[in-house]
Structure formats: structure tokens, C-alpha cells
T-cell receptor, first 117, second 111 residues
């Protein structure tokens, strides 16, 4: 049972336009959400995150929106650049036991973004 | 560069064998996480260590084990390897909060 879903395996966007990547989750225990970017032959790189007490977080060209009632989050990249072409993973985090530091990330399967010059 | 190092980068071995993957976390990070990424799967959480102690377990097979040493580096041991164990294995580290920083991964090929 996939608890974090990225329903679009791929997305193509023109350079300079907005890229919108979507993610849905099912587990109400998740209280923190993250986006990672991954280039081929490299590990995932942390991009931006949002706590469940917020509905928006912005960092430069990247903005993450959280809709808790819909259990949906999205990553907006404006303007999109060719260097943004990568696989983007949505991840959700929650504390699964009472021990301090007990966090684990549940990942979606990723969306491959291609930004066309 | 995330500051997390993993060795080896590539590993090719035969079925039934045992291998050890090594991870050095970022300076100051107490938590080490191991993830597996198979061909058609996203990243699957395997296990977490925090300051030397096992803290959380995910979908880790009984044939797999891990440990974190006093210097905070970690090793993931995979034994009785099967073809289906072929995957990318990532280590991540963090300071016991949500954000995790990933190493470049070890690509394991079981033949």
C-alpha cells in the first residue's frame, strides 16, 4: 500500500514557465513533508520542506503548498530552468515511536521533470 | 556534495554471497538511515540508527543487518544475496529531525 503517491511519472515544461509537481498521501500521521531532487548517478538532494502547521513555504524559485484536508502537496518551480531537469521525489515524515530522533521518510516513486530550452 | 560518503560506489557479487556497505555521515549528524531503491520502486526505508542505537526499522529483510559504530559511521551487511537484492543502496544522515542528507549510493549487482 503506497502511502505517498506521485501519479505523474514524467512532466515536460518549457524553460521560463512554471513546473508543478504533485504528491498525495494517505497516512494522517505524517506531519512533515519534503521534496528531494535527484540527478542520475547521484543521491537525492534535499530541496525544500514544509511542516503540517503551515500551508506554504517558499525558497527562491521553489514553493511548496500543503493542503491537509485533501492530503495533497505540490512543488512549484518558477521560472523553470534546464538545470532543474531531474527526478523529483516527494517524501513524508512522521515520528513512529516516542523515542527522540525516530524519524523515517516515506517516499513517492518520483516524477521526472524535463525542462526544454 | 552532501557531506555523506558511501563506499564502495559499485559492487558486483554472486548469489549466496555476503557484502558490507559502508557509510560515513555528515560531521555532527547522529542519525544514519539506510534506504534501498530497486528498479521500479521508490526509495524504501530499511533501518535507522541514532547515536549507535537502532531507532527505527522499515522493510528490512532478516538477511540484512546494520550497525553504527562509536565514530558514527555505519555498515549495512547483506547476506545470502539473491538476484532481487540488486539495487541502489543509499545512506542518509541527519541530526534527529526530519531533514536527511543522502550519500551518492552504492550500486549492488547480484549475478
Amino acid at each position: 500500500d503506497q502511502q505517498v503517491k506521485q501519479n505523474s511519472p514524467s512532466l515536460s515544461v518549457q524553460e521560463g514557465r512554471i513546473s508543478i509537481l504533485n504528491c498525495d498521501y494517505t497516512n494522517s500521521m505524517f506531519d512533515y513533508f519534503l521534496w528531494y531532487k535527484k540527478y542520475p548517478a547521484e543521491g537525492p538532494t534535499f530541496l525544500i520542506s514544509i511542516s503540517s502547521i503551515k500551508d506554504k513555504n517558499e525558497d527562491g524559485r521553489f514553493t511548496v503548498f500543503l493542503n491537509k484536508s485533501a492530503k495533497h502537496l505540490s512543488l512549484h518551480i518558477v521560472p523553470s530552468q534546464p538545470g532543474d531537469s531531474a527526478v523529483y521525489f516527494c517524501a513524508a515524515s512522521g515520528v513512529w515511536d516516542s523515542g527522540a530522533g525516530s524519524y523515517q521518510l516515506t517516499f513517492g516513486k518520483g516524477t521526472k521533470l524535463s525542462v526544454i530550452p | 556534495d552532501s557531506g555523506v560518503t558511501q563506499t564502495p560506489k559499485h559492487l558486483i557479487t554472486a548469489t549466496g554471497q555476503r557484502v558490507t556497505l559502508r557509510c560515513s555521515p555528515r560531521s555532527g549528524d547522529l542519525s544514519v538511515y539506510w534506504y534501498q531503491q530497486s528498479l521500479d520502486q521508490g526509495l524504501q526505508f530499511l533501518i535507522q540508527y541514532y547515536n549507535g542505537e537502532e531507532r527505527a526499522k522499515g522493510n528490512i529483510l532478516e538477511r540484512f543487518s546494520a550497525q553504527q559504530f562509536p565514530d558514527l559511521h555505519s555498515e549495512l551487511n547483506l547476506s545470502s544475496l539473491e538476484l532481487g537484492d540488486s539495487a541502489l543502496y543509499f545512506c542518509a544522515s541527519g541530526q534527529g529531525i526530519h531533514e536527511q542528507y543522502f550519500g551518492p549510493g552504492t550500486r549492488l549487482t547480484v549475478t
